[in-house]
Nanobody, 123 residues
Framework: QVQLVESGGGLVQAGGSLRLSCAAS????????LNWYRQAPGQQRELVAG???????NYADSVKGRFTISRDNANNTMYLQMNSLKPEDTAVYYC?????????????????WGQGTQVTVSS
C-alpha cells in the first residue's frame, strides 16, 4: 500500500519560512510528477507547485519567487520550501504524486494524495 505523509506545517508570522516534506512509502517502482496543492477554507484546491521526473518545475503565479519545490528520488521524498510567507498562504497543503507500484494484479500506476498539513500565517 503506497502512502504519502506530509510534515512541516505550523504557525508562522508573515515574512517567515516553513519547509514542508512529503515522504512516499510502500512498494514504489517509480514516481513521475510530484505536486503540492493547497486548499483554504471556502476555496477550491489549487496547484501550488509541481516537479517532473526530469526536475522541471512549475509554480502558481502567487508563489513564484517565494516557494521552491524539490525532490529526493533516492528517498522518495519531496519538499516545499516556503519563504516570505503571507497571510493569504494560509491553507491545508497536500502532496500529490503519480506513482507506479506493484499490487496483487501486477504493475500499475495510480494517483496518490497525502492527508494534508496545516499552514497558518499570522499578520
Amino acid at each position: 500500500q503506497v502512502q504519502l505523509v506530509e510534515s512541516g506545517g505550523g504557525l508562522v508570522q508573515a515574512g517567515g519560512s516553513l519547509r514542508l516534506s512529503c515522504a512516499a512509502s510502500g512498494i514504489i517502482v517509480s514516481i513521475r510528477t510530484l505536486n503540492w496543492y493547497r486548499q483554504a477554507p471556502g476555496q477550491q484546491r489549487e496547484l501550488v507547485a509541481g516537479i517532473g521526473s526530469s526536475g522541471s518545475t512549475n509554480y502558481a503565479d502567487s508563489v513564484k519567487g517565494r516557494f521552491t519545490i524539490s525532490r529526493d528520488n533516492a528517498n522518495n521524498t519531496m519538499y516545499l520550501q516556503m519563504n516570505s510567507l503571507k497571510p493569504e498562504d494560509t491553507a491545508v497543503y497536500y502532496c500529490n504524486a503519480w506513482i507506479r507500484t506493484i499490487g496483487a494484479k501486477g504493475l500499475y500506476a495510480d494517483d496518490y494524495w497525502g492527508q494534508g498539513t496545516q499552514v497558518t500565517v499570522s499578520s
